[in-house]
């Protein structure tokens, strides 16, 4: 009797255990900054893949972080909309059901949005299906993930309205850029000649920065080709760099490469290396930089928001000033006036040369992460691993960008005033965004 009445009070016990929890409020399951990291890598991998220009790449970078970033701020009461602060947004809508989970949303909007301005969409489709089966094996409730993901669809499309506004489609049909007959001016390079790339980027709608003008650097040296010019001297400085290359000078070269238009020809055929754009360089140092400093979710959504529209307006100001000085490539001055068989290191890109747009993105971007880690901040990058080229060591963001910056001499692609005057411009987009948006309320 007595052992009946234990197993039947124990019974009783279990059951109103059971009922108990049951009845309590679950707790959401926490998203970790590795979800966000790696939707940002799988990102990374479809823009490679899908060969986008290194400026149509940072748009996408920015209108992606800003997604995520957006929607946690809605819950995060410790860092500040960028509504009102960046050009034309306007604060996302509220969701309207209980059980939003904001990390899986944020995750979920980036991802959403991401997919839309890139071609491969099944490559993103099947990454976000699988990363739904992971949140349903981590305990996620059907309830908890359908409206949360329901409420991704309504902040993604907000922010897509938003882009929509940016005169992107509008560019897809302006006028191709004209080649002049001209001696200082621009022209095709080898091998593949290709036309000179989005000639009609300064007329997006910038993220922070005034216009698009609105730190245009000096101009270039004029074109003369007289020994005793200026521009001889430097485009000599160029020609003897890239004949006696050291073997570090030839690696700095090859680490911040970044060309998406790589062309190989052999004999009749020809095909193209698939390789990280500029930008995507430094979206993949923000996952350094968070990883190292052990940011949390809302933290690393913070640094690619930040340094992503620093990138976007610095790709805007950059090309701005491309196109309105237009200036003739080293290798085609080399070939014609000095030696018709030199070729530099690394292969041209296909835009006039002044400003150089590896100087101008990453000053930006070492200003925007300068912020966020501080300076000496000590990283080693990794980013190049996956194409084939070792780590490189920094001790300072600005350190990088200035490797990145003088890389396009030892390239043979850029002159000398394009990459210091370029490293100024950069400078100054950077400064601009970082002291015109506030991301975190200071305690």
């Given at each position: 009797m007595k052992h009946s009445y234990l197993v039947s009070a124990l019974g009783l016990l279990v059951s109103a255990i059971l009922i108990w929890s049951c009845n309590q409020p679950q707790k959401p399951i926490q998203i970790k900054a590795q979800d966000l990291h790696n939707s940002m890598s799988q990102l990374t991998d479809v823009i490679v893949h899908d060969i986008f220009s290194p400026p149509v790449a940072s748009r996408i970078y920015a209108y992606a972080s800003v997604a995520a970033y957006e929607v946690l701020a809605l819950?995060?009461?410790?860092?500040?909309?960028?509504?009102?602060?960046?050009?034309?947004?306007?604060p996302l809508p509220k969701p309207t059901e209980p059980n939003v989970n904001f990390e899986i949303a944020a995750v979920q909007a980036?991802?959403?949005?991401?997919?839309?301005?890139?071609?491969?969409?099944?490559k993103m489709e099947d990454y976000i299906n699988n990363w739904h089966q992971e949140l349903k094996k981590q305990g996620v409730s059907a309830n908890e993930l359908s409206q949360s993901l329901a409420f991704a669809e309504d902040a993604t499309q907000h922010i897509l309205d938003w882009a929509d506004k940016d005169?992107?489609?509008?560019?897809?049909?302006?006028?191709?850029?004209?080649?002049?007959?001209?001696?200082?001016?621009?022209?095709?390079?080898?091998?593949?000649?290709?036309?000179?790339?989005?000639?009609?980027?300064?007329?997006?709608?910038?993220?922070?920065?005034d216009s698009a003008d609105q730190f245009s650097p000096a101009p270039p040296t004029k074109f003369d080709m007289d020994k005793k010019s200026k521009f001889f001297a430097e485009t000599k400085e160029v020609y003897e760099t890239g004949k006696n290359l050291s073997a570090e000078q030839s690696e700095i070269a090859a680490f911040w490469d970044c060309n998406p238009y790589v062309m190989n020809v052999h004999g009749?055929?020809?095909?193209?290396?698939?390789?990280?754009?500029?930008?995507?360089?430094?979206?993949?140092?923000?996952?350094i930089a968070c990883l190292t400093e052990n940011a949390n979710l809302v933290e690393s959504a913070e640094?690619?928001?930040?340094?992503?529209?620093?990138?976007a307006d610095a790709f805007i100001s950059c090309w701005d000033e491309k196109y309105r000085s237009n200036l003739i490539r080293p290798e085609t001055v080399i070939n014609k006036y000095m030696d018709e068989e030199w070729q530099p290191?690394?292969?041209?890109?296909?835009?006039?040369?002044?400003?150089?747009?590896?100087?101008?993105?990453?000053?930006?971007?070492?200003?925007?992460?300068?912020?966020?880690?501080?300076?000496?901040?000590?990283?080693?990058?990794?980013?190049?691993?996956?194409?084939?080229?070792p780590v490189r060591k920094f001790s300072?963001?600005?350190?990088?960008?200035?490797?990145?910056?003088?890389?396009?001499?030892?390239?043979?692609?850029?002159?000398?005033?394009?990459?210091?005057?370029?490293?100024?411009?950069?400078?100054?987009?950077?400064?601009?965004?970082?002291?015109?948006?506030?991301?975190?309320?200071?305690?």
């Open positions: 819950h995060d009461s410790t860092i500040i909309s960028l509504a009102g602060q960046v050009h034309g947004l306007e980036m991802l959403l949005v991401g997919k839309k301005l890139i071609f491969s969409e099944e005169n992107y489609k509008q560019t897809r049909t302006s006028e191709k850029f004209a080649v002049q007959d001209d001696p200082g001016r621009w022209q095709p390079t080898p091998p593949a000649y290709i036309e000179a790339i989005e000639p009609h980027w300064n007329e997006i709608r910038t993220f922070v920065l009749h055929v020809m095909f193209a290396t698939k390789k990280i754009t500029p930008g995507g360089h430094w979206i993949g140092i923000v996952k640094a690619y928001a930040l340094t992503s529209i620093t990138l290191l690394l292969q041209t890109p296909p835009f006039p040369e002044y400003t150089s747009g590896h100087s101008v993105i990453s000053s930006a971007a070492s200003l925007a992460l300068t912020e966020l880690f501080g300076d000496n901040f000590h990283f080693v990058d990794s980013t190049e691993v996956k194409y084939g080229l300072s963001f600005y350190e990088a960008s200035s490797e990145a910056a003088i890389s396009r001499l030892y390239g043979g692609i850029h002159y000398r005033p394009a990459i210091e005057n370029g490293l100024t411009q950069g400078r100054k987009v950077g400064e601009w965004v970082v002291a015109n948006v506030r991301t975190r309320i200071k305690k």
